[in-house]
């Protein structure tokens, strides 16, 4: 039987990239019923909204989701339709993983990070307001036990569910005692009933100072929000940028798979971004189905064709302008080529 999907093309280069994704899923030989739904900037004047209810109607439903990147416009306009999706479904949870594919350029070699995100509050919460207009202005930055023991738990699970050894809380404790001092503790608790698994917790900003210089110590990062956006760009800068890393967005039975990345709207239409980040948040999604062999498969394809080097787009190669790069629809063909 197919399985029923949401598609959410996004906008931006949101639909080319689930175009040129949804051919390589397909072309496993696994059937979807996709049920596409149309979320952005670009249907704002057909339903005056940039999120139909349709569109979460149909998560909540068939439960499962591939989506592209939508655009938030920067400090006007309406809010997040990511975030207003993550908080209506309750997707409290979000994981990006950062693993170096062999043949892209990258300044060290062996890192392979997973940064669990806190999905729903932290400064995401969008409490915000204007204290005195154009002189000041203040956000509310929200923490609560629930959502904390949620998302460590859920950190600690997929650590363990996934043989990893270590699960490291990010915070900035010693500056936001309350908020991320209940953070911490929180943490610290779940964490005693995971004997099995080594804990250990580091202050945001030497966090990513490490990152960076010794990536390989680190294993399973979890983080409120506003600190694991940041912290899983930085992952994803570390193994060959926003164009290889895949994420997913999971609440109570319903899971929504989409690239770290946003829309990259100056890209938008020219058939160029890479497509590797959507299609391996496809290939998520496929493990999630259970369709493990198909997943594997798939990411055989896509490391091939990265470590061949030929059939690459533009910020896969050391050279950015190297006029031997392909767009993004022919990165998508030859990864098919090499699955068959
Ligand atoms: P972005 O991730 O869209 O792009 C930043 C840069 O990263 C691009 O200019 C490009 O150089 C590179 N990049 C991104 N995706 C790539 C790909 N597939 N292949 C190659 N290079 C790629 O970040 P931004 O410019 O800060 O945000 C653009 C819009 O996307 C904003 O409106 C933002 O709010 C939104 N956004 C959406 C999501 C989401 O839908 N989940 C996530 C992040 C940002």
């Known amino acids: 039987m197919a399985y029923r999907v949401t598609l959410i093309p996004g906008d931006g280069t949101g639909p080319e990239l689930v175009a040129a994704t949804r051919r390589v899923l397909e072309a496993t030989g696994i059937e979807f019923a996709w049920d596409v739904q149309e979320a952005g900037a670009d249907v704002m004047d057909k339903y005056g909204t940039p999120l139909p209810e349709t569109v979460l109607d149909s998560i909540r439903s068939n439960k499962v989701a591939l989506k592209g990147p939508i655009t938030t416009p920067i400090g006007t306009g309406f809010r997040s339709v990511n975030v207003a999706i993550r908080k209506a479904l309750d997707l409290y949870a979000n994981l990006r993983l950062a693993r170096t594919i062999e043949g892209v350029p990258v300044c060290h070699s062996m890192v392979d990070l997973i940064v669990v995100r806190e999905n729903t ?112 760009d930085l992952c994803s800068g570390l193994v060959g940028g926003l164009g290889v890393t895949p994420g997913a967005n999971f609440g109570h039975e319903i899971a929504v798979f989409e690239p770290v990345h946003g829309s990259a709207p100056k890209y938008a239409g020219q058939n160029k ?19 493990i062999e198909a997943a594997a498969r798939i990411e055989a394809a896509i490391s091939n064709v990265i470590a061949e080097g030929r059939s690459v787009t533009y910020d896969l190669k050391t050279d950015r302008n190297d006029p031997s790069s392909v767009g993004t629809q022919e990165m998508a063909d030859a990864i098919i080529a090499m699955m068959t």
């Open 273 to 291: 971004v890479n497509p590797t980040a959507t299609i391996l948040s496809g290939v998520m999604m496929l493990r999630y189905l259970g369709e």
């Open 121 to 232: 509050e932290c400064l995401y919460a969008g409490i915000e307001h204007d204290v005195i207009p154009g002189e000041a202005a203040e956000a509310i930055r929200i923490i609560t036990r629930r959502a904390t023991e949620h998302i460590v738990r859920f950190a600690f699970e997929y650590a363990r569910a996934n043989n990893r050894h270590l699960v490291t809380a990010v915070h900035k404790a010693n500056i936001l005692k309350a908020t991320d001092g209940l953070f911490l503790r929180v943490a610290e608790e779940v964490a005693a009933a995971y004997p099995g698994i080594e804990f250990n917790d580091r202050i945001v900003d030497n966090m990513a100072m490490q990152l960076v210089q010794r990536p390989y110590e680190y294993d399973v990062l979890v983080c409120p929000n506003l600190f694991g956006d940041i912290l899983s």
